[in-house]
Antibody
């Protein structure tokens, strides 16, 4: 059984850098084909894919946010870290990490709510 | 980016009804499409992958179809737990993109 859980600050100030950690169990990011992605959801709005990292350290980012995003893995700790720089109130929302199953995302973590406010 | 457009944005239905949601891609994505269900305050769950394959444990009343640019999600007989928001997602090309969601209401 795969489980994932997001952790990080619930409030950040504008212009600050957000650091979120996804801690997972039941699978390894050293296994070929495995990936972990990040997806966010502004309040009352649709899902937006942010980034994904694979077992071979291949990384892909959303072009609209590239330059602000960095994704990294720590295989020893079974963690994936996402940083997003220069936070803006428009970045407020719930941030999910998810196991990449083939080309799809399942399961997902419970989500981490983030509010950007001074 | 590939744009994913769902219709309708919301639909009202009753228990036992048959409902179909559509998703259109702005370019050919073959069968690289998934459907997710999201209940209020919860994380999305995978229902259908590769356009028409039912994910393990998902009830058989859910079915998916289509290829290329036009796709459908059909729920054959609505149950109370099916009232939720549904999203399509393309995995043909980075960046992966989601539809805007279809809210299924009583």
């Amino acid at each position: 059984q795969f489980t994932l859980k997001e952790s990080g600050p619930s409030v950040v100030k504008p212009t600050q850098t957000l650091t979120l950690t996804c801690t997972f169990s039941g699978f390894s990011l050293t296994t070929p084909g495995v990936g972990v992605g990040w997806i966010r959801q502004p309040p009352g709005k649709a899902l937006e894919w942010l980034a994904v990292i694979y077992w071979d350290d291949d990384k892909r980012y959303s072009p609209s946010l590239k330059g602000r995003l960095t994704i990294m893995k720590d295989t020893a700790k079974n963690q994936v870290v996402l940083t997003m720089s220069n936070m803006d109130p428009l970045d407020t929302g719930t941030y999910f990490c998810a196991h990449r199953l083939g080309s799809w995302f399942e399961p997902w973590g419970q989500g981490a709510p983030v509010t950007v406010s001074s | 980016d590939i744009q994913m457009t769902q219709s309708p944005s919301s639909v009202s239905a009753s228990v036992g009804d048959r409902v179909t949601i559509t998703c259109r891609a702005s370019q050919d994505i073959s069968n690289w499409l998934a459907w997710y269900q999201q209940r209020p305050g919860k994380a999305p769950k995978l229902l259908i992958y590769a356009a028409s394959s039912l994910y393990g444990g998902v009830p058989s009343r859910f079915s998916g179809g289509g290829s290329g640019t036009d796709f459908t999600l059909t729920i054959s007989s609505l149950q109370p737990e099916d009232f939720a928001t549904y999203y399509c997602q393309q995995a043909n090309t980075y960046p992966f993109t989601f539809g805007q969601g279809t809210r299924l209401e009583i």
